[in-house]
């Protein structure tokens, strides 16, 4: 079965900090990736996602980028986080979509970002 | 551009009362939806989704949904609520291809003993 693991679970940085969360799938190959945004308990943010190694589209023009150095690896980085960072961080996976297929994505457990 | 639209921030409900999370999008062409759940301080677990065929979908936990093309709805419901329904519900759709999930802002379930 699949399994999707994001690290650290809670992280509190300072204000102009680096910023590294990774998130790795197991049990599939080739998976799309995503990270999303949560402020506040609400709405999710999309703010990056890959259909493959090296391939990246942003969502949202910010002080965050995302990589994909490994087909199943995906992390998200700032080089300085700002307070408005602060949010809950959710990585997901979901197959490879040919046209017409409607496959659900799943989301790991998330990472708990606070800027201070 | 495809979006959903969750009319409701809160749903107040009776324990062993039915319940309806309400769910309309938009989209060209036909749509993908799909029901999502987020307890606190966790991810989002998949319910269930609608691709094509049956209107009324069944999907986890005794969750089910009803599709309306006429009026681009995907309301979510359950014939009896239970307090640990209590959560945050997304609803989401995709149109054909190779496209991330679109999110509704979200409607909190709250379930009353």
């Known amino acids: 079965s699949q399994t999707i693991h994001q690290w650290p679970a809670t992280l509190v940085q300072p204000v102009g900090s680096p910023l590294s969360l990774e998130c790795t799938v197991e049990?599939?190959?080739?998976?799309?990736l995503y990270w999303y945004r949560q402020a506040a308990g609400r709405g999710l943010q999309l703010l990056f996602y890959?259909?493959?190694?090296?391939?990246i589209s942003s969502e949202v023009p910010q002080n965050l980028s995302a990589s994909r150095p490994q087909d199943r690896q995906f992390i998200l980085s700032s080089k300085k986080l700002l307070l408005s960072d602060s949010g809950f961080y959710l990585c997901?996976?979901?197959?490879?979509?040919?046209f017409g297929q409607g496959n659900e994505q799943y989301f790991g457990p998330g990472t708990r970002l606070t800027v201070t | 551009a495809q979006s959903v639209a969750q009319p409701e921030d809160q749903v107040n409900v009776a324990e062993g009362n039915p319940l309806t999370v309400k769910c309309t999008y938009s989209v060209s062409g036909n749509p993908y939806l799909f029901w999502y759940v987020q307890y606190p301080n966790r991810g989002l677990q998949f319910l269930l989704k609608y691709i094509t065929g049956d209107n009324l979908v069944k999907g986890s936990y005794g969750f089910e949904a009803e599709f309306n093309k006429s009026q681009t709805s995907f309301h979510l419901k359950k014939p009896s609520a239970l307090v640990s329904d209590s959560a945050l519900y997304f609803c989401?759709?995709?149109?054909?291809?190779?496209?991330?999930?679109?999110f509704g802002k979200g409607t909190r379930l709250s379930v009353i003993a």
């Open positions: 049990g599939t190959s080739n998976p799309n």
């Open positions: 989401a759709v995709r149109a054909r291809g190779n496209t991330p999930l679109v």
């Open positions: 997901a996976w979901s197959v490879l979509i040919s």
């Open positions: 890959s259909v493959g190694i090296g391939q």
